[in-house]
């Protein structure tokens, strides 16, 4: 048995954090993604050598949705 399919584009739109997403009959939405630096710091990594340490960053993710190209 198979499911309704759907033929679906995204498409980065520019060198920006921009995304336009088409799907077949539906028309085209443009999907823009905000990041910025968590205020909760980052993950902690622990050395493999047993001494050194560092943190990789964590970032909050934002997406607004608008009608049209963008």
Request: some cysteine; glycine content about 18%.
């Amino acid at each position: 048995m198979r499911g309704t399919s759907y033929d679906v584009s995204v498409e980065r739109a520019g060198d920006g954090n921009d995304y336009e997403i088409s799907a077949d009959g539906a028309g085209t939405v443009c999907m823009h993604v905000m990041e910025e630096k968590s205020a909760e710091g980052g993950v902690f990594v622990p050395g493999a050598d047993g001494g050194s340490s560092g943190s990789i960053p964590e970032y909050d993710l934002t997406a607004t949705v608008e009608g049209g190209a963008c």
